[in-house]
Each structure stands twice: as C-alpha cells, then as structure tokens.
C-alpha cells in the first residue's frame, strides 16, 4: 500500500500504527486515521498539491487566534515512493460532522461559527505567512466567476428558478468590493469540514483553501449549515456588513452550482447538500426583499 510505504520510508516511528482509509474521503484529499491519535491527508492531484506545505506552514501560526481547534501538522511528507506530491500527518481530531437540518442547538452552533469566523478575520495577514494565489478563485473578486456562474444557471434551469438564482448573482456583483486591506480567510466553511462533539462544534476542519482576500467567502456556512432564524444570528455576531452579506450570498451561490454541476449526477450526498445550499440562498434573499436584479 502506497500510505504505508511512505510511512516506512520517511515516518518508521509511525509505520507499524494500524491504518484505515476514511470514507467518504474529501474532494482534494484522500484521508486516512493512523492509529488512535493521526491522520495522514495525501493530495489527489495537482490542484491540491500545495496544500500541505501551506497548511504546515499557517496553521501553527493561526491556531493561537482561534476558539475552535484546527488541524495540528505533525509532519510533512514529500515525494517519493511513486508519489509525486508532499503529503502530511496531523493530529486527530474527534467528533462528527454536523447533519444538516438536524442541529441539536442551531443559535448557538451560530454563535460559535460566527466567534470562529470573527477571529479569523483579526489576526494580522502576515506577509511572510500569507499563501498567496489560492485554489478556486477563493477570496477574490466574484467577477471572475461570472462566466462559469451564468452557464451554470442556464444548465440547471430545469432544476432551480433561473431568474431568482440570476438576481442573486447580479446584486452580488453590484455589491461594492471590500473596501479593507485582505484578510485570512478559510475559504471552505461548509458542513463537510466542521466536526461537533456533545452538540457543539469542536473543530474547524480543511484549510487547503486558506487564503488572503475578501472575508465574503467566509459567510458560506450561513446557507450550507445554518437555519433562517440562527443565520441572522451568524450574521449579526461575525460582524458582516451588508455588502459584504450580499457578496457572500453570492459565493454561496456559485460555489454550491458549480459542485451540483460537476457532481450531482454521479454523487447523490453531494446533490443534496448543494441543492440545499442553492435554495437556502433563494429563501434568503427573498426575506431580505430583493425581488429583482439588482443594476449592473
């Protein structure tokens, strides 16, 4: 097994552990548990294979800031054995990802996102720390995705209200651009990469998007997790302005389109979470009384 022969290769201390890959594994990584206190993460290709190399480097430096624990880097493989990618070792971190409408205590789970993404947002952006380009566009001007975002639309028409999801992403890009030096920012807060422990959540899970740029994309977990009545609470407690509420909407939007575009019809876990996290958008802005495109 390719796990084990990097493990004796670079980590003997840890090779004779007991192995167990874990499944449903991540869309960039393949993960395993290594005995009862690890987990190894392996990129499974190109476009994430930066990322255990920038999360060795952050994530020491972040996990002071922060209220919820986040991966600790034990060590950091490199290539070899067949396997072209550094790769990386990290502590376990117990506990289970949130069900989606099932949260045992949804304003406070809001509250302790909200405090998470609050925290984040602080601490300095250090130049000699901060990853640069990142995957995805994540951070960046919701511009760039207006393309793939408008096609994305017109392909899912038989699915979603085209002409709701269109006044979605139009007062996205109306919205003003964050007016601030760039911030951290997680990049990926959904469901998927939040753990809870005794109706809490107790970590804070993938920082292969993590990044300095507008903390709009930050607001995700508002509609991929949360419900109405514990989001207004996220938003009032982490701060957002309206703008940048609106941007993050956005962000939620195309992200949750183009994975139900690329996955849905081979991933029915997939399907549903992003087919949630669409009309969650939808149902929001509607509250909100946006009922028409906003101008270009």
């Not at 509609?223 to 941007?247: N, Q």
């Amino acid at each position: 097994m390719l796990v084990r022969r990097l493990l004796a290769a670079q980590l003997p201390e840890l090779a004779g552990l007991p192995l167990a890959r874990l499944d449903p594994a991540g869309s960039d990584n393949v993960i395993y548990r290594l005995g009862t206190e690890l987990s190894v993460r392996l990129p499974r290709g190109e476009w994430a294979a930066g990322q255990p190399e920038k999360e060795a480097r952050c994530l020491p430096r972040l996990a002071p800031h922060l209220p919820l624990a986040i991966p600790e880097p034990i060590a950091l493989g490199s290539p070899t054995e067949g396997y072209p990618w550094h790769w990386s070792v990290s502590r376990w971190l117990p506990g289970s990802p949130p069900d989606i409408g099932g949260l045992p205590h949804p304003d406070q789970t809001a509250a302790e996102l909200a405090r998470f993404v609050a925290a984040l947002h602080r601490i300095p952006a250090d130049a000699a720390l901060a990853p640069g380009p990142h995957n995805g566009f994540i951070g960046a001007p919701l511009a760039r995705r207006d393309t793939e975002t408008r096609v994305a639309i017109a392909e899912t028409a038989d699915v979603f209200d085209s002409s709701a999801l269109t006044a979605i992403w139009d007062a996205a890009l109306a919205a003003p651009p964050w007016p601030h030096p760039p911030v951290w920012v997680h990049g990926d807060l959904h469901p998927g990469n939040l753990l809870m422990a005794d109706g809490r959540v107790s970590a804070v899970l993938d920082f292969g998007g993590l990044g300095v740029g507008d903390p709009a994309c930050d607001a995700l977990i508002a509609w991929t997790l949360l419900p109405a009545s514990a989001r207004e609470i996220f938003r009032a407690e982490s701060g957002f302005d309206e703008d940048t509420w609106t941007r993050g909407r956005g962000y939620a939007l195309c992200t949750g389109l183009n994975a139900y575009t690329a996955y849905a019809a081979t991933n029915p876990r997939v399907a549903a979470s992003t087919r949630h996290q669409i009309t969650e958008t939808v149902a929001d802005f509607q509250r909100d009384g946006f009922r028409t495109a906003a101008p270009r």
